[in-house]
């Protein structure tokens, strides 16, 4: 996904972190000012929901067989966390989102961050059916021998401070990297063991989720495929054409539906060295990241859906590289939501 920072540690970048927030102050609003207006969004929320899609029906959507749509979100851009007006909360999200990853950096272990998605987050969007997940990697505790009990201190180890720490419906493993020699064997070990927590192989419902910009031929993921819920496929800034060249190398491992490829929003301050162009801005229904909904292999049944990161940043900008923090609409979402399961 990008890089990853453990949210266990203070963050090395502390003074990134310092500078963002100054150059924010001018938005800056108090606590008990940024937690009335947290209060009233979910009230409105929770309103607007009662005077439309019921519950019942929002759940039985999300348990049908259907194209599913995902989110990674990012923890800094989170109200709770910049104090921004214009950020979202996670309770913001669209109700016909299907998963959503939470994507840590910025955003130390003290942060109330973590504890509002302990305590409203998770319990609001999984009563809407949407799964709440996490980035992380697969890393052995101090210590830990590299043999069978080492593998499963390190999956323990996951479960109790990640997972479990903060209610999550699974974890994501993100893998940007050609795993190989000793590498190979420690990573495929803790994932083995970490199937029997989470995954397919679990029977618990909770997923275990493989994110990456690789394809289907590595090692590591033929290793672990049986054990994957979904892949999240990063194909940020390429046309749909290489689609199914990518897909023929991951078919012979995973049925189709598991097999999810994404685009990005703008990142602010993104442009140039991190810039995508998968949505087309001022928004208007086209892009990229359209042509991606409407994709399906040339045969057999449909992918598993689309996924996005940073939605936090699904917002009506009035370029391509509008640096604004813009409070998001999600129409790109709900848009591709409606082109996958009309």
């Given at each position: 996904m990008k890089k990853i920072i453990e949210i266990f540690k203070k963050p090395i970048l502390i003074i990134l972190a310092m500078a963002m927030i100054v150059n924010l102050s001018s938005c800056k609003k108090n606590a008990a000012e940024i937690e009335q207006e947290n209060q009233l969004s979910l009230k409105n929320k929770q309103s607007a929901l009662s005077s439309g899609v019921s519950l019942q029906s929002l759940i039985a959507y999300k348990k049908s067989d259907h194209q599913?749509?995902?989110?990674?979100?990012?923890?800094?851009?989170?109200?709770?966390?910049?104090g921004n007006a214009n950020d979202p909360i996670m309770t913001e999200l669209p109700d016909s989102l299907d998963v959503v990853i939470v994507f840590p950096d910025?955003?130390?272990?003290?942060?109330?961050?973590?504890?509002?998605?302990?305590?409203?987050?998770?319990?609001?969007?999984?009563?809407?059916?949407?799964?709440?997940l996490i980035t992380g990697s697969l890393t052995m505790p101090a210590g830990a021998s590299q043999n069978a009990a080492g593998y499963a201190a390190a999956a323990k180890s996951i479960m109790d401070n990640t997972v479990n720490k903060y209610g999550l419906d699974g974890y994501d493993i993100d893998i940007e990297h050609n795993v190989a020699g000793a590498e190979l064997t420690e990573k495929t070990g803790i994932y083995i063991a970490l199937s029997s927590y989470l995954g397919p192989k679990s029977k618990t419902?909770?997923?275990?989720?493989?994110?990456?910009?690789?394809?289907?031929?590595?090692?590591?993921?033929?290793?672990v495929s049986t054990m994957i819920d979904y892949v999240w496929f990063q194909t940020y800034g390429s046309g749909t054409s290489r689609f199914q060249t990518v897909w023929n190398t991951y078919s012979p491992y995973i049925p189709s539906k598991k097999f999810v490829p994404g685009f990005s929003f703008y990142?602010?301050?993104?442009?140039?060295?991190?810039?995508?162009n998968d949505?087309?801005?001022?928004?208007?229904?086209?892009?990229?990241?359209?042509?991606?909904?409407?994709?399906?292999?040339?045969?057999?049944?449909k992918k598993g859906g689309v996924f996005s990161y940073a939605?936090?940043?699904d917002a009506p900008l009035t370029s391509t590289n509008d640096n604004t923090i813009i409070h998001p609409n999600f129409k790109v979402t709900k848009d591709l939501i409606k082109i996958m399961n009309p």
């Open positions: 599913i749509t995902a989110g990674f979100y990012r923890t800094w851009r989170d109200r709770s966390v910049s910025y955003t130390p272990a003290d942060s109330p961050f973590w504890t509002k998605l302990k305590d409203v987050y998770i319990p609001y969007l999984r009563a809407r059916g949407t799964k709440v419902g909770k997923l275990l989720t493989y994110d990456t910009n690789q394809n289907g031929a590595t090692a590591f993921f033929r290793n990142e602010e301050n993104g442009y140039p060295g991190n810039y995508w949505v087309t801005y001022p928004q208007n229904g086209t892009g990229r990241a359209y042509d991606y909904a409407r994709w399906q292999p040339s045969t057999g049944p939605i936090d940043r």
